[in-house]
């Protein structure tokens, strides 16, 4: 089984996983269950191939597979030091590793639909870790996750969702993941040029749940249970396109939340939250971090398990 988009997750399925979940990070904080943990996976192997950078889910990945007693290897920088740069497809990168019979392969690449592609001639499963524009849909689970640990549902929530949503894959597999969830509500805030794709905007009303556009944070930010803040993609821009933007979240913005909300972030933070917000405990974005540590160790384990 492959893990390329939010589409094929079941909500059942999620509950499951968060549970599995919650079982790791105990086992983790206690020194006994750390050796169980250890031994549960032990004799097989990862293969982490990162096309573009990456810090949380590279490394979260990688220390999932470590703290699971699975071996790791890596390339961190696949586009310049592996044989992409002489030319190689992905799709032959992919079969000469599964000649070498991992368990799982978690790739990340700068081109939409690459994991697809990756999967498409791989028998070893495919985890997609970011594609471009489309999605990146093991961030969705943490997030999900996220919100679960905070709520205990994931229904009935409003979520504002701003920043770059024409370029950020996150919010693109999110707004797809809670559109599964029953009553939740979503509203995009960003400038024109920045606002959410057409598509993501077709699966919300297949599912009939309700969004609507913003141009001002200010406007709605008394009803989120959920703001989920990001970054420009200014990597993703076309050269020579110069955008300003008025996205930034501060002292001042804290003051419209309700107090039981939390502000959610993918990372990296650039400017559009500045720092004085970290210390109100809201902001959930560091350990949001953490909890994709303990969500993909379920998922490897449910995908190694065999
Ligand atoms: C995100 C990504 O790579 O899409 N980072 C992450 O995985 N937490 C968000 C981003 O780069 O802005």
Sequence with gaps: ?????????????????????????????????????????????LCSLFYEP???????????????????????NAREFSSAAKGETIEDTVKVLNEYHYDAIVLRHHETGAAVRAATVSGTPVINAGDGKGEHPTQALLDMYTIYRKF???????VIMGGDLANGRTVRSLAKLLSRGSGNSLMFVSIPELQIGADIKEVLRANNTQFR?????????????????????????????????????DEATLKLFKQDMIIMHPLPRVDEITTQVDDDPRAQYFEQAGNGLYVRMALIDALVTT
């Design 213 to 249: 556009e913003e141009a001002n944070l200010e406007d709605v930010a008394g009803l989120a249970d959920v703001v989920y803040w990001t970054r420009l993609q200014k990597e993703r821009l076309d050269p020579g396109v110069k955008i300003t933007h008025n996205f930034v979240i």
């Design 1 to 45: 089984m492959h893990i390329l988009s939010v589409d094929q997750f079941e909500k059942k399925w999620l509950e499951q996983l968060f549970k599995q979940a919650d079982k790791f990070r105990q086992m983790d904080h206690d020194p006994k269950s750390r050796q169980d943990l250890a031994q549960l996976h032990m004799g097989k192997q």
């Design 54 to 76: 990456s810090t949380r889910t590279r490394l979260s990945f990688e220390t999932a597979a470590v703290k699971l007693g699975m071996g790791v290897v890596s390339t961190e």
């Design 152 to 158: 205990g549902r994931l229904d009935n929530l409003t």
